[in-house]
């Protein structure tokens, strides 16, 4: 099993991106997925997740202004970000809880990361 990250890029202050991550392979489900950021010198943080029943959780200083969502049937989870600040940037990873075909147990996986970079 794959994931692909994708949507990353540079936009000003106050503008909007859409980050997307598909999984692909021998999937029996997908359970919790999620965006992190990571920024240089810093630990990777959580930035948003949502579980199998769509509960979503988000970091303090994204509520409001993010938005995680998931698209079962694609196997494709996603990010709206709007009203981005500087302090947004970073690389973005998506990561899931899945379990793979042929498996006995739910493993996590990452995505490679997208580059988001807002300008002020």
């Known amino acids: 099993v794959q994931l ?30 999620g965006w992190y950021r990571q920024v240089p010198g810093k630990e990777r943080e959580l930035v948003a997740g949502i579980n199998s029943v769509a509960e979503r959780n988000y970091l303090d200083s994204v509520k409001g202004r993010f938005t995680i969502s998931r698209d079962n049937a694609k196997n494709t ?22 379990f793979q075909i042929g498996r006995s147990a739910v493993e996590t996986l990452w995505g490679q990361g997208t580059l988001v970079t807002v300008s002020s």
């Open 4 to 33: 692909q990250a994708s949507g990353g890029g540079l936009v000003q202050a106050g503008g909007s991106l859409r980050l997307s991550c598909a999984a692909s392979g021998d999937i029996f489900s997908i359970n919790a997925v």
């Open 77 to 98: 989870w996603y990010l709206q970000m709007n009203s981005l600040k500087p302090e947004d940037t970073g690389v973005y990873y998506c990561n899931a809880v899945i």
